[in-house]
């Protein structure tokens, strides 16, 4: 029996808003994409309007009294399993964007690019006094946002989280982050001792051609993928047969090889969702945990893996460095505690989170100033990592996270090395170990176990509940502990 | 004295919409640039939804009722000179707008579509009678697309022109085209015995060398440029500091440095209109003819002169190619009359638009049947050119314009060859000759020349008005067969 004649016109005209919305997502995404690898410097004032009239049209059509009226419409409507997904998230993105004030929106969006500024230029001078009154601003308007969307029972912060990670609770982070806090630490001694003194310097040619081959090898060609290089890799999705990923280069290391696999697993999870979710609410990643934990899987599990060390250690030969696997993978899993978060390794790079994530939810929750954020960060790392952080631009002035107003993302960076490392252990069980094939860069079997345990679902699960499908289990520390412990030599 | 405060809320609220609407012109240039320069083959299908999306946005902003009001309010206000021009053109873009049906300009989308679809297939199989059904339907909607926004005492076809070149009436160019239809064959019949047997073949490495070297000293730079390789040569103008152009190279030619020119001639109008019109209704090239003009002064009043050829010739022996500054002349003026429209020398190309302009007023007309077009293409080349054409492949077909709907635009691309002359009689008259500056490569005068003369209106003087004001006299031919004389060595 198909849906009432009322059923059917709302849910098309729901679908045709919900695809249009999506739409103009796509084009945002190419529009930065287009800022960060190919615009002439000059361009960026008119991309900034450009940007700015998009947000407007998207927030006016994601906030339309039309998407509340056809979901009054579907409300208890006989629908199959998927259109009730589609209303269902429908309901759930309309409703929170319409708790956000539209004034508050804009003077959030300012605040955001007026921060980025003059974080920018405060990090350069070490200057945290000058950054001061922009984090002040952006931790008010965030609470301020947070407390629009905090649904019962929710604090701000906790309702900032969704906006990552739908469903994810303070409790949960608070468990699995302090695990983390408790666990490593020890890990991290032992791995120091164990450690090369000093990683590779590989000449830029040489990972130019290795990228180049690898990225062949696992499935990258031209009529549906672009490589590019920016300043800060990332990886977007234009559209299907459309995925672009960029690296970047350094003389002084190899990290170009860990950043094409990483932005690799962000466009796979993109390319993999069901094709039947295109243009829907549901395409996508379901949120920045289980995105991050697609990246994290291709950099620590495979490029990181004694076997794939094989393959690389050939193409970077063959592009004339001429490199034993054991000595790649040692530079690769080299662990050595740093003040700097983006350039740590996968053992002490959680507490890098965790400090983050004690921090922000102080400055939220309103039990830390901002004018003591610098000492408190100090104190933080020196208690977590053990490290000294010399100046604040080492510091607390190192992440543009919160300058543009992003609390409660920073908990997904974390999530997603466990994520991955028991997304892993799930693929390894069920498959068998991985390491034949790594060593000839052999992927195919795992990414069809991804598409099929955890890509295609798409906005369909949440965080939570998809790592319990895809692993048998809920989220935890073990397999991560797992992972690393032999970084540790043990 | 300031306007009243009704007045100026509905200037500030007029040119708000305005500055939407350009912001999102431009969004749809940078997704068009992309999917010819950047997007990756397989992305096609997600990127005409996104550009769907982006053409319903925009006609639903470009019709509203709001911007009605605002203009209502705005008669016979007070304004200033530039303010007058903004609500001018506005009033008659919204008209245009509005009086085009949504679904008739839906249809039209379709059928643009579908027809140029079908023309590939058809062109590749020289099939007619494949694409004749196509071009009846588009014959027919933009028949009634032109009964819709003829003005009193217009023609169908005189009103679809005011799409390209507002305010071109078919006198205009019955006038100037017959006058060159009168003209030409008699100077192409000299030039033939003129021109040395066959062209300069480059090898593409030279080519990209002289390209990059020439462009550099036009003040093609990458703070604000961009040049680019695309199976078709075009020109985009995505905001203020942003040009970009593309180029294409072929080892049996020269016509990368043509190319490059032309686009460049189009990009600097682009640049060098004033500022202060910047995401107003005004900014850009006023009109398809003009805009025209401009790439073919680039091309044939600099590219293809002596003096030039010695600068190119320099940077093409650099760049490992020695050719002598007349060899590379003689090859570039070299008259050759053929069946292919893009790739016609500067004095037979008129002749094919001519051609094509008798055809298409008389198939909007009603005077020719699609049936009838092949045999008429056959007659009309055979008249004006002294051309057989053995296959529509290389007649009818070869162009895209009349399958994607496009009727009235043809004419700017002769138009274009005529302004241009007159334009750069109008500035060596002032200026003085230019070979000195050019066997440098020293264009700069010509550059503020164009910016005083020609740019800096944008939208505010129409074809004709701005022919005048540039040139000091109405449009005409004179200049042209100036021009060409000496490729027929008068």
Redesign the interface.
Known sequence: MSPAPDTQTALASLRERL??IA??G??EM??EW?QLV??????????S??L???A??AHERATAEEIGGCLAELEGADLDELERDIVRVARRDWERARRVPAELAAEIARASADGQEVWQRARERDDFAMFAPALERNVALARERGECLAEQGQSAYEALLSDYDYGLTVADLRRVLGGLAEQLPALIDDAERHSPERGLAVPVEAQRAAVAAIMARLGVE?????VDVSTHPFSTW??????RITTRYDDGDVESLLSSLHEYGHALYDRQVDSAL??TNLAGGTSMSIHESQSKLWENHVARSAAFAQAMAGELTAGGFQVSAEDLHASLVRVKRSPIRVSADPLTYPLHIVARFELELALIGGELVVAEVPDAWQETMRRLLDVEIDSDAQGCLQDVHWSAGAFGYFPSYALGCLIAAQVWEALEAELGPREEDLREARVEPIQRWLRERVHRYGRRLDTMPLVERATGKPLGIDAFLRYVAPLAGR
Do not use: N, T
């Open positions: 695809a249009e739409d103009l796509a084009v190419l529009l287009d190919m615009m002439p410097s000059q361009g960026g004032e008119s991309r309007h450009q700015a009239a998009l407007r049209i031209e009529s549906s993928w672009r234009i559209g299907r047969g459309d995925s295109d243009r």
